[in-house]
């Protein structure tokens, strides 16, 4: 493998993002998968919304567009439809995707537009200072939800299949070869394709439920995920055909 | 060609004649039929619709589809255009060429959406927050509905912003005859060589950014930015960019300030109306003039920026200004601007009915007699 860094924007470091924070691990993992070249460097468009999670497309050296809270699927689907040579990956965060931009999501999976979504999930809303996110854990503490949070949260892979999507994937930041194979399959499939990649954000969600620094976190993390029976099903959850090539002629 | 077209047909039409390629919507009355005749052409000639689920998507895509290279169109009526803000600003500050349709209906709110109004003058020039330049056409006929939209698709790449169309829903279901020249696609003028520096103007002011489809690798964002594309907070870098995007808009003014004047030479009181109101006001001109006031007519097709050396030189003579406008007085607010205090009379309407010619003569004789709003 050959050193990563070539895809980055250098003259952007340093990154805003904390030290252990999960995403870090995320944005690697994707640019292992564009490392293995199976799509022309040339072809793949980068599209976040805004978040610590959809940040990070700014610092690859691609095209990358970093567009408005909870709306970067409705650029990505112009951007497909307008060229659809385009290899075109969303980024973006449980707040971004599930909270604001929800009803964009899953009319995205509806289209089944070939779009590759990666959705890190950190539980909260880590860059505006770790308010309430649509998939905090019941009882998780937060700013918005000091005496611990009351209403039921997403299962973010569920709501997409349900909705449409063609592809529907769940990686870790805990197990990163195996988030590796998640994004290249998602990838690799045209029709629209879900990756929920679970991911950490020490700074605040971290330190309000008291559950440790970055090292701390990915650990509990892992025990959630691996084993015979896990609490959190990682892997390929659903594939078929597109239902329909929504394309321009 | 002698035919018999309304006027968001001959919107849809004008936007296939200059080349748009590109439609995403969302259904709204009284602006569907762009949206349908734009489902039904573009297809058959390579070109994409596609609906959205809302209208913030809709403007969302037709910003993803431009920076890939696309001419793109989006169009609503009033409570659309309030849910496109957000975007509308992106595409200003993003610098991305598209044209947004806003086929006036009654409002606040869901309003009266079969009726007409002009309630979205300030929404079009204010309604995105920030401080941002603003282009707003304003058609009073559908063979100008025809004629501007081919406008607002060259002007918006030429100075990549998007550019507003609005117009009144009778004008929008307006059917009348017209016998259209028709317009070819402007040059595509748009996309730049550089992918390193996306952001540096030229001396037009305008970015050069390449399109997502060129191979060079660049950076688009909505945060401040320099010239580079990349975000950031330094005050002489995004304290120049909001100078270099309002200082391109004005550079293009004195070309863009379009208006037409009516018997103005020897007027003494100088109506100012837009849109369908303008044909009232014409009628009520003459009308006047033969019960032997001495009216006349300024008529801004460009909203934003407002046409003011044309409408200084309309007014040099007049005694006094009447803005008829179907508003409680939005574009009165800037023609006060310009004229001494105290010399603009306003005849307002909110309720969904246009303004008749009656009503405009009847009100220049009330401010001949000193009357200031006409209620
Ligand atoms: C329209 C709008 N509302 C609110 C915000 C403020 N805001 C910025 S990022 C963010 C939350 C991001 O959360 P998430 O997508 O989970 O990303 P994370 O930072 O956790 O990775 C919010 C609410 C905004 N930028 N725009
Ligand atoms: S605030 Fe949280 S999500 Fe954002 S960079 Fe820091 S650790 Fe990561
Ligand atoms: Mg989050």
Sequence with gaps: ?249 | MNELLQGNAACARAALDAGCTFFAGYPITPSSEIAEQMAAALPKRGGVFVQMEDEIASLGAVLGASLAGRRAMTATSGPGFSLMQEHLGYGMYAEIPCVVVDVMRGGPSTGLPTRPSQGDVMQARWGTHGDHPAIALAPASVAEVYELTARAFELSDRLRTPVVLLYDEVIGHLRERVDLAPVSPPPAARAGPDGRSPYAAGEDDVARLPDLGSGQRFHVTGLGHGERGYPTDDPAVVGDLALRLARKVERARAEIAWAETYRTEDADLVVVAYGIVARAARRAVDDGRARGMRLGLFRPRTIWPFPAEAFRAATAGARGVLVAEMNLGQLAVEIERYVPRGSVATLLRADGRPIAPEEIVAAAVRVTDGERVVA
């Design chain 1, 1 to 249: 493998m050959s050193d990563l860094r070539q895809y980055l924007r250098q003259d952007l470091m340093p990154h805003i993002l904390c030290p252990g924070c999960g995403h870090g691990i995320a944005l690697r993992s994707l640019l292992r998968v564009i490392d293995r070249g199976t799509i022309p460097l040339d072809r793949i468009v980068l599209v976040g919304g805004i978040g610590c999670s959809s940040r990070m497309v700014g610092y690859v050296d691609l095209r990358t567009v970093h567009t408005t809270h909870g709306r970067a699927l409705t650029f990505a689907t112009g951007i497909k439809l307008a060229r659809p040579e385009l290899e075109v990956i969303v980024v973006t965060g449980d707040g971004d995707g599930l909270g604001i931009g929800g009803n964009h999501l899953i009319h995205a999976a509806r289209r089944d537009v070939d779009l590759t979504c990666l959705l890190l999930n950190n539980a909260t809303y880590g860059m505006t200072g770790g308010q309430a996110a649509p998939t905090a854990a019941p009882g998780s503490r937060s700013t918005t939800t000091p005496g611990g949070a009351r209403e039921p949260s997403f299962d973010a892979c569920r709501l997409v299949e349900a909705a449409g999507a063609s592809y529907v994937a769940r990686g870790a930041t805990s197990l990163p070869l195996a988030l590796d194979d998640v994004i290249a399959g998602a990838i690799a499939h045209s029709g629209f394709s879900f990756v929920e990649i679970l991911s950490d954000c020490p700074e605040f969600y971290g330190r309000y439920n008291a559950l440790g620094r970055g090292p701390d976190m990915l650990q509990a993390q892992r025990s959630r995920v691996i084993g015979p029976r896990p609490e959190i099903q990682l892997g390929v959850l659903h594939q078929r055909p597109p239902a329909l090539e929504v394309q321009a002629t």
